[in-house]
C-alpha cells in the first residue's frame, strides 16, 4: 500500500481481556518496528523485525507482549490479560533497505483504552 | 547508547514569530538525527533529516535545523511561525544500522497565539 495501515485505529477493553493489534507495512519494507506512546510521552520502543526474525525484543514490557510477523509483512502485536498501564497508542512503522533505510515511516496508530 | 534530551515541553509563540524547538542528543557515534511532527489523533511525520553531509537541513512546510556537533545539539527552527504549526514536535536520534531503532525525545508541544 501507500503507506502503513494499523488497525483497529480505536480500541477498548476490559481488563484482562486480550487484544490484537494489526500492522500492515508498505509493500517490500523489510524492516518493521513496534513503538507504544503513553499519553504526554514521546514513542518508546518496543519491537523490530527484519522480514520475518524478530531481532529485537528488548522493548516488550512484559511476557503478556507478543508480536509475530510470521510471513514478513503483516505484523501483529498481542498483549495478554490487559492491564490499565497498557492503555497507550502503538505506532507501528517501517522501512526499506539501502538508501531509505534510516527513515521510518510511521502508521496513525491504534489507541488501547483498558477500562 | 543514545539518548535524546528536549528542552521544554511546551513552546508558545506568536503567529509570525521566531520558533525554536530545542533537542539536544548523546550518541556514541555520529547518529542519524530526525523531527518528527505529530498532529491531534495522527501518527508521527518526517520534518526533516540529517544523515550526512551539509549540517543545515531544511524540511517541509519551511522548518530547518541545523546539526552541530560541538554542542551535541539538532535544533529546529522557523523564521515566521503559521497557526497551522501547531502541534506536537519529536527529536529522535537513530544510529547507522537499518537495524538501529530510533530513540525518541519526550516530545515539545508548539502552541501559536493569533
Known amino acids: 500500500g501507500a503507506g502503513v495501515s494499523q488497525s483497529p485505529r480505536y480500541k477498548v477493553a476490559k481488563r484482562g481481556q486480550d487484544v490484537a493489534l494489526r500492522c500492515d507495512p508498505i509493500s517490500g519494507h523489510v524492516s518493521l518496528f513496534w513503538y507504544q506512546q503513553a499519553l504526554g510521552q514521546g514513542p518508546e520502543f518496543l519491537t523490530y523485525?527484519?522480514?520475518?526474525?524478530?531481532?529485537?525484543k528488548s522493548g516488550l514490557p512484559s511476557d503478556r507482549f507478543f508480536a509475530e510477523r510470521p510471513e514478513g509483512s503483516v505484523s501483529t502485536l498481542k498483549i495478554q490479560r490487559t492491564q490499565q498501564e497498557d492503555s497507550a497508542v502503538y505506532l507501528c512503522?517501517?522501512?526499506?533497505?539501502?538508501?531509505?533505510?534510516?527513515?521510518?515511516?510511521f502508521g496513525a496508530g491504534s489507541r488501547l483504552t483498558v477500562l | 547508547a543514545q539518548s535524546v534530551t528536549q528542552l521544554g515541553s511546551h513552546v508558545s509563540v506568536s503567529e509570525g514569530a521566531l520558533v525554536l524547538l530545542r533537542c539536544n542528543y548523546s550518541s556514541s557515534v555520529p547518529p542519524y538525527l530526525f523531527w518528527y511532527v505529530q498532529y491531534p489523533n495522527q501518527g508521527l511525520q518526517l520534518l526533516l533529516k540529517y544523515t550526512t553531509g551539509a549540517t543545515l537541513v531544511k524540511g517541509i512546510n519551511g522548518f530547518e535545523a541545523e546539526f552541530k556537533k560541538s554542542e551535541t545539539s539538532f535544533h529546529l527552527t522557523k523564521p515566521s511561525a503559521h497557526m497551522s504549526d501547531a502541534a506536537e514536535y519529536f527529536c529522535?536520534?537513530?544510529?547507522?544500522?537499518?537495524?538501529?531503532?530510533?530513540?525518541f525525545g519526550s516530545g515539545t508541544r508548539l502552541s501559536i497565539r493569533p
Open positions: 512503522a517501517s522501512s526499506s533497505q539501502g538508501p531509505g533505510a534510516n527513515v521510518l515511516t
Open positions: 523485525f527484519q522480514n520475518e526474525a524478530q531481532l529485537d
Open positions: 529522535a536520534v537513530r544510529g547507522y544500522s537499518s537495524a538501529s531503532k530510533i530513540i
